[in-house]
C-alpha cells in the first residue's frame, strides 16, 4: 500500500453504507485525511478503525495538498474521505488527486455512495445521459446568467441546494428554465428520508407551505426536451385560447401551456392576463 492515495466513499446517511472494501482500505493506509475529523470519528469508531487523521478541506486545501504529498513521497499511505459521500464531488479532492498523479503517485478510486446518483437513480428522470452541476451560485443576477447557458441542456441536470436557497433557486429556475419535471430528495438513507416528484411549480408550492426546511437538497430537473413540438409566440396564443374557451383557469391554463411548451411561467402569464381579461 505504500505511496498510494485512496480516493474512499463514505456513507451520505446511514452509515451502513460504506463497502467491505473501504473499511479494509481505511484499517490499513498510513494516515486518513478527512473533511472534518469529528465527523469522520463517529464512522471510524462504528467499524472499530484506528488510525491517525488529519484535516483536509475547503479553507486548508492548497496548503495539506502539499503536505500530503510529501508524506506520499516518503512512502505513506493516505486515505481521503470527505464527510459523506465521494471526495472531489462539490467537496473537497481535486487538488490532491491532481497534485499525486502529476507527481507520479498511485490514485486509486474505493467507490461507494454519492447523493447525486443516489437522487437521480430515484427520480423518475431519464437516466441515460445527465449532467452534474453541484450548487449553483448563490448570487441572483449570477443564478440567472448560469442557469440561461445551462437552459437549452438536454441532459437530466443535477443541482445540490441548501434549505436556506433551494425556494429562491427553484423560484428562479421556473422563471428562467419553464416549469419542467422534476424531483427534489433530503436526507437521503436517514431516517426521514424524503423525495417529491412533479413540476417545478408543484415542489415549490409544497416546500414554501412548510414552517421550515431542514436536510441537503438533491435537485434533479428535466432537461431541454428534443422531442418538445416548437412553441412560437402565435401557437402559444392559439392554445391559451383555446384553453380559456374549455373553462380552465388562468393559473391552470398557465400550468399547462408551461408544461407543453418548456417557456419561462412569467411570458406564459403575461400573455395569459391579456386573454383572461
Known amino acids: ?13 446511514n452509515l451502513e453504507d460504506i463497502t467491505l472494501r473501504a473499511i479494509d482500505i481505511l484499517k490499513e493506509v498510513d494516515l486518513i485525511a478527512c473533511e472534518d475529523t469529528r465527523t469522520s470519528k463517529n464512522l471510524l469508531s462504528r467499524y472499530q478503525i484506528q488510525k491517525p487523521l488529519t484535516s483536509y478541506h475547503e479553507h486548508n486545501e492548497i496548503e495539506k495538498a502539499e503536505e500530503l504529498l510529501s508524506l506520499l513521497q516518503e512512502g505513506k499511505s493516505i486515505a481521503l474521505i470527505t464527510d459523506a459521500g465521494t471526495p472531489g464531488v462539490s467537496d473537497p479532492g ?20 454519492s447523493a447525486s446518483i443516489a437522487a437521480l437513480s430515484i427520480s423518475g428522470l431519464p437516466t441515460s445521459s445527465f449532467t452534474f452541476l453541484g450548487f449553483p451560485p448563490k448570487q441572483n443576477k449570477r443564478l440567472i446568467e448560469y442557469l440561461e447557458r445551462i437552459k437549452d441542456y438536454p441532459e437530466t441536470l443535477i443541482f445540490y441546494e441548501s434549505p436556506k436557497r433551494v425556494i429562491k433557486t427553484i423560484t428562479v429556475m421556473i422563471e ?9 430528495s433530503r436526507e437521503i438513507t436517514k431516517m426521514y428520508e424524503e423525495t417529491l416528484r412533479g413540476l417545478l411549480s408543484d415542489i415549490l408550492t409544497n416546500l414554501d407551505s412548510r414552517d421550515s426546511l431542514k436536510g441537503e437538497f438533491v435537485l434533479v430537473v428535466e432537461g431541454n426536451s428534443q422531442d418538445k413540438p416548437d412553441f412560437d409566440s402565435e401557437t402559444i396564443d392559439e392554445l391559451l385560447h383555446y384553453l380559456k ?9 398557465v400550468k399547462q401551456v408551461v408544461a407543453d411548451s418548456g417557456v419561462s411561467k412569467s411570458k406564459i402569464y403575461k400573455k395569459a392576463l391579456q386573454i383572461w381579461e
Do not use: C, F, Q, W
Not at 500500500?1 to 446517511?13: A, C, E, H, Q, R
Not at 428562467?176 to 427534489?184: C, E, K, P
Open 176 to 184: 428562467v428554465l419553464g416549469d419542467r419535471n422534476a424531483s427534489i
Open 1 to 13: 500500500m505504500s505511496s498510494t492515495l485512496y480516493i474512499v466513499s463514505t456513507p451520505i446517511g
Open 94 to 113: 481535486y487538488r490532491i488527486v491532481k497534485l499525486a498523479s502529476e507527481n507520479g503517485i498511485p490514485v486509486l478510486s474505493v467507490p461507494g455512495a
Open 245 to 253: 374557451k374549455e373553462g380552465h383557469s388562468l393559473k391552470d391554463a
